[in-house]
Nanobody
Framework: QVQLVESGGELVQAGGSLRLSCEAS??????????MGWFRQAPGKEREFVAH????????YYADSVKGRFTISRDNAKKTLYLQMNSLKPEDTAVYYC???????????????????WGQGTQVTVSS
């Protein structure tokens, strides 16, 4: 239905920056009707919310831990979601996943339960 592929994860030193991308495809992907988000998961921890962006980018939401450092954006024409990460910290180390909500969904924006489609993840490692 909807396929999501992340890219951009790397090893970076603390204080550095990375930009993650997520390309969407599939006949059922409706960029103007699907909210999207980023989640991350570190070993031994639960998957946690990072950021969300509405159907056309009119609303954005961020976890407190990344506010002021990360920026979520989307280009619906290119069917691509982005996460710009600045001032990276070692605690940002995790596998990062992009996700899409169902068509027209107004469900949870900050929990995995509100999303139906997931990418395979990309590893981000921040050294001390």
């Amino acid at each position: 239905q909807v396929q999501l592929v992340e890219s951009g994860g790397e090893l970076v030193q603390a204080g550095g920056s990375l930009r993650l991308s997520c390309e969407a495809s599939g006949r059922t992907f409706r960029p103007d009707r699907m909210g999207m988000g980023w989640f991350r998961q570190a070993p031994g921890k639960e998957r946690e919310f990072v950021a969300h962006i509405g159907w056309i980018g009119e609303r954005t939401y961020y976890a407190d831990s990344v506010k002021g450092r990360f920026t979520i954006s989307r280009d619906n024409a290119k069917k691509t979601l982005y996460l710009q990460m600045n001032s990276l910290k070692p605690e940002d180390t995790a596998v990062y996943y992009c996700a899409a909500q169902p068509d027209g969904s107004r469900g949870s924006r900050t929990t995995p339960y509100g999303y139906s489609y997931w990418g395979q993840g990309t590893q981000v490692t921040v050294s001390s």
